[in-house]
């Protein structure tokens, strides 16, 4: 029996998902560069249905939390309680102890339940009162934003966005899939193809990734591209950190992984930088003043690096 | 709630303080909504608070420590707190007074002193130089004023033939039959880039886009090429070999 390979999510994924490439791209190679991923867009645009196919093509443990105002961390990762009958506290683990977990709308909670569940998916682990619980593994973040222009959000700080792998912008579907969504879904339920590929493939992919060749014109190809954001572009107050370096060459090596080679090309690097970089750059307010489309000003970074 | 500096005449490049000054009758551990006051043109270099508690109550002062750049009036406007008014529960905005300062001199430089004194080299060792250096060139001139014969301009040379870019990709498949090593593998890649038109910063997807009413053959032997410049050591003359054998078929040489 021939092992599953990221490309039997990827088909999983679309299967549900009508367009919406780059998304169903992003979550799996967060998958297997072993990264969060956040999906900025406004409503309506299937960004929860792709995480709940993803948890279902992996037949992994998946928990959903709902980000509100008045979410407390404790919600999340969980608390302890007195139990009468031992006449102790026990620990309710919460509900980010899953493979995979959606945070829906991280938004619109403070910035202490963003914090909290943003320090659990830096450290893989838990500390609810004396005692530390690892997360387990694989275990995959997922999150949804609204754009930060819609009432009642909280803007997440850019050291928290760093933590996440890649940003995906969403934008609505072109008129063809928006009629194929009218077809797929208006007549039938939403199917999910569960079980694409196990957790313990998942793991291979990551041992696999992580084996792949990068050659040195690949490893100073990714250094200009960071550096090419620290520039002094009068739109950049900061360019991207050395945590983006990394995050580039892990997410170009699952990008080979996932096209069937092991080895880096310049395209691997190429086609996920502003997805690796985009949120990891901050910008001038010159920006706004010059209406100014920040993503638009990271592709212009990217694409003014010559490739080796 | 004051607004005061400590100096109503700051000097140009020199840093001068402006003080934010609240008294609360009640013992509060910070104040948050504080708003700084607006100005425009000085630079400001530090921003220190202190909160002192006593009998009467709390004493908070923020100082700004700002240099000024351009002479003439500097008005700072006036700082503003949110709070709730104790004597009445209800909401309000606080407003200090504003200043206005004026920004003389700092430090006078005479800018005139390096001309006056290159005005003054130039009239008592240049001048009589630049005259002897004349009658010089009079005299040299008047002697030799004879009949020139004009040089004799030789044939324009044919231009050195540039080898077309086909030619170019051959000898480097030829190169890399020879060597075999990565510096030739680049090298071939080059040429089948500069073939397709594409510039050098260019990428596989790139120069597939430009070739893509190409035969199918070209663009492999670019994704062969690409192959062996970018796999390990370990591989690479197995890629070259895939590359040398797809060649004459997949590359117009």
């Not at chain 1, 403070?110 to 909290?116: E, T």
């Not at chain 2, 071939?188 to 893509?212: M, Q």
């Not at chain 2, 009413?213 to 690479?236: C, G, T």
Request: proline residues 8%; contains cysteine.
């Amino acid at each position: 029996m021939i092992a599953p390979s990221p490309r039997s999510v990827l088909d999983a994924l679309a299967h549900t998902i009508v367009g919406q490439r780059a998304v169903v791209e992003a979550l799996v190679l967060g998958l297997v560069a072993d990264g969060h991923v956040l999906l900025e867009g406004p409503p309506g645009l299937a960004k929860t249905l792709a995480c709940r196919a993803l948890a279902a093509a992996l037949d992994g443990s998946f928990k959903r939390v709902q980000f509100t105002p008045d979410l407390l961390p404790a919600d999340v990762i969980g608390t302890r309680v007195f139990d009468q009958r031992e006449t102790a506290f026990t620990t309710v683990l919460g509900p980010i102890f899953a493979n995979v977990v959606l945070a829906d709308e991280i938004n619109r909670a403070p910035a202490k339940v963003q914090s909290a569940l943003l320090e659990a998916m830096q450290e893989r682990q838990v500390t609810i009162g004396p005692q530390t619980h690892p997360l387990p593994d694989p275990f995959i973040v997922l999150a949804t934003m609204n754009p930060l222009d819609a009432d009642g959000t909280y803007a997440l700080p850019l050291a928290q966005l760093d933590r996440f792998l890649l940003k995906v912008g969403l934008d609505f579907p072109s008129r063809d899939e928006e009629r194929a969504i009218l077809e797929r879904f208006a007549t039938e339920e939403t199917a999910l193809i569960r079980g694409a590929a196990t957790l313990q493939d998942v793991l291979a992919w990551r041992r696999q990734a992580r084996a792949v060749h990068v050659d040195d014109k690949i490893k100073r190809y990714v250094v200009d591209l960071v550096f090419a954001t620290r520039a002094g572009s009068p739109y950049v107050e900061r360019g991207a950190s050395p945590r983006a370096t990394l995050a580039l060459m892990f997410t170009a090596r699952a990008k080979a992984l996932i096209g069937g080679r092991d080895f880096v090309l310049p395209d691997d690097v190429r086609s996920i930088a502003p997805l690796v970089l985009g949120h990891r750059v901050a910008f001038t307010h010159k920006v706004l003043i010059d209406r100014v489309d920040p993503q638009a000003l990271v592709a212009d970074i990217v694409a003014s690096v010559a490739a080796p | 709630m004051s607004l005061t500096s400590d100096t109503p005449s700051p000097r140009l490049g020199v840093p001068f303080r402006v003080t934010i000054s609240i008294g609360v009758k009640e013992n509060v551990p910070t104040l948050p909504n504080v708003y700084l006051p607006a100005f425009f043109g000085p630079e400001e270099l530090g921003d220190e608070r202190s909160t002192v508690h006593g009998a009467q109550g709390t004493l908070y002062r923020e100082t700004l420590t700002l240099e000024a750049h351009a002479r003439g009036p500097l008005r700072i406007g006036a700082a503003k707190m949110d709070a709730i008014d104790a004597r009445d529960g209800k909401p309000k905005r606080f407003i200090s007074n504003d200043l206005v300062l004026n920004v003389e001199g700092g430090p006078l430089l005479d800018v005139w002193s390096p001309v006056r004194a290159f005005l003054g080299l130039v009239a008592y060792t240049l001048l009589p130089l630049a005259a002897i250096v004349a009658i010089v060139v009079l005299l040299f001139r008047r002697k030799a004023r004879s009949p020139r014969v004009q040089p004799v301009q030789p044939p324009p040379s044919p231009p050195a033939p540039v080898p077309a870019p086909v030619d170019t990709l051959s000898q480097a498949i030829e190169r890399l039959r020879d060597r075999r090593s990565r510096a030739a593998v680049l090298e071939v890649r080059s040429a089948i880039w500069r073939a397709a038109g594409a510039s050098p910063g260019e990428t596989l997807g790139d120069v597939e886009h430009r070739l893509r009413s190409a035969p199918q053959a070209q663009r492999e032997a670019a994704a062969r090429i690409e192959r062996a410049a970018f796999i390990d050591d370990e591989r690479l003359q197995s890629a070259i070999d895939e590359f040398l054998h797809a060649a004459p078929g997949g590359v117009r040489t």
